[in-house]
């Protein structure tokens, strides 16, 4: 039986946040498994390793590895982040906010965006993330905890962190047992089914294992030397090269700022910024669009693995899905498999019924964070600069085709499996980039806008005073930390 099989031993590639995060939470969930941590060069491409933001699952996550939020504020290896202000994203122009939560408020069970777009058909309405908490903190730069008062506009809206990457790593490391070594990968040794024996580093030393994980980034040298395939996305996410700098942190702001340019686009917050742009403008080009000073370029090939899980090596982070940072999904992608894979562990046989499950999901996850991100390039309206020029005529993939025919008729968007943002934030992009349905759903005529429509500006009057009864931000860091 399987079960007379338990995997013994677990040798992690990789020694970034992604390699840590895995180390840590075999420990924490499975603490009879010896764990061997290997340090390799760091890759420049894994930005799951080395960028700050996160979507709000960072908190789950956190919860699951019993690390405190308070901790990482106190420490300074934290702040909060509501979401992002887009700048240039849309046909017109018009900035926009993408924050994490819910937007307005249900009449007698049809769904606020319903009558939004009704309102918005009349010149009703005012633009949709005016009726979002976090929004409006946002916009403000100010952050409070959502309040536990259901009643409350403070209640109904999430956040994510902002990480220092060396500290959080450091934190993630902190008495965190088994074997950390340090070397260059050279390659595999292989069992007679397939699977992988030992790893090789390049002084000779050998290390062997039940299971491995690659975690090193998105040249994935270790699931690479076991096959090869890769899932290439550059029809749909046109970025493959980006400029990153990092700064001494200045005020922290609850936000991150991205903004269109003719070659790509810039992202900015307090300690680090980054010009995001398509290797056909050339390096020497983008550096001089970009007033950072010292930066590091990058190269990225924007695809996925289409099998993680193969035999008894699962890559994980930006080894199995690599995109660029625009909504930073990178960390979550990582965070999310980890979880994946602790529930799906499996015996040393490594079966069928735990890898393609674990496959499958995997790919519902990356799929649907490819369209989330692809709907910014191809449905963008823009058309101003070289780089955007004929991103509008590309084909986009059948499942965002779906949900952009769906969303288009009337404003549904249809359900699928393993999403990473939810209904809110999907209308927060599509309305912020001008996308409109032809029409509303039937059921909205229940409501009459002569009772909706005031009620809404209510709402957004409510949500619009809340900034100033509030502090400052670094006032309620401090306080935090006091």
């Known amino acids: 039986m399987s079960a007379s099989r338990p995997i013994r031993s677990v040798a992690i590639l990789g020694g970034g946040i992604v390699g840590s995060s895995a ?45 405190d939020e308070a901790e990482l504020l106190r420490a300074g290896i934290a702040t909060h982040r509501l979401g992002t202000r887009f700048a240039g994203w849309s046909a017109d122009g018009t900035d926009w906010v993408h924050a994490y939560g819910d937007h307005g408020l249900p009449a007698a069970g049809v769904a606020f965006h319903q009558l939004w777009i009704r309102a918005q058909s009349g010149r009703a309405a005012l633009p949709f993330d005016h009726y979002c908490a976090a929004a409006a903190l946002l916009r403000a730069g100010k952050f409070v905890h959502p309040r536990a008062d259901p009643g409350s506009p403070l209640a109904n809206y999430d956040y994510a962190l902002r990480l220092d990457p060396g500290a959080y790593n450091a934190l993630l490391r902190r008495d965190l047992p088994g074997t950390i070594v340090s070397g260059e990968y050279s390659g595999i040794e292989r069992r007679a089914d397939g699977g992988v024996s030992a790893l090789i580093l390049a002084d000779g030393r050998r ?24 899932e290439d996305w550059d029809a749909w996410l046109p970025c493959d090269r980006l400029l990153l700098a990092q700064f001494a942190a200045g005020n922290p702001i609850p936000s991150d700022d991205v903004a269109t340019i003719d070659i790509g686009w810039r992202w900015r917050d307090h300690a680090f910024a980054a010009l995001v742009y398509a290797s056909a403008t050339g390096e020497d080009a983008a550096r001089a669009r970009f007033d950072q000073g010292r930066a590091d370029a990058i190269a990225l090939q924007p695809g996925r693995r289409p099998r993680p899980w193969l035999h008894n090596v699962v890559a994980i982070g930006d080894a199995a899905v690599a995109v660029d940072p625009l909504e930073s999904t990178n960390l979550h992608l990582a965070q999310s498999a980890i979880r994946r894979l602790i529930e799906l562990w499996p015996s040393r046989d490594c079966l069928e019924v735990e890898l393609g499950e674990y496959n499958k999901r995997s790919e519902e996850q990356a799929v649907r964070v490819r369209d989330f991100l692809a709907l910014h390039y191809l449905r963008s309206g823009r058309n101003r600069g070289g780089f955007w020029q004929g991103l509008d005529k590309r084909a986009v993939p059948e499942s965002l085709a779906r949900t952009l025919d769906q969303f288009e008729a009337r404003g549904r968007l249809p359900f699928f499996e393993e999403e990473t943002f939810d209904r809110d934030s999907w209308l927060a992009v599509l309305f912020g980039l001008g996308i409109r349905p032809r029409a509303w759903q039937p059921t909205t005529e229940r409501i009459d806008p002569a009772r909706s429509d005031p009620a809404m500006a209510g709402y957004a009057e409510r949500l619009a005073a809340l900034p100033a009864q509030l502090p400052p931000y670094r006032d309620y860091l401090a306080r935090i930390a006091r």
């Open 207 to 230: 290390i062997a294992a039940d299971l491995f994980l690659d975690c090193a980034g998105p040249s994935a040298p270790l699931l690479s030397d076991v096959a090869s395939q890769f």
């Open 23 to 67: 180390a840590r939470a075999i420990a924490r969930y499975l603490p009879q498994i010896a764990v061997t941590l290997i340090d390799t060069p760091a890759d420049p491409a894994a930005l799951a390793d080395r960028l700050p933001g996160t979507l709000p699952s960072v908190n789950a996550f956190h919860a699951w590895l019993g690390i």
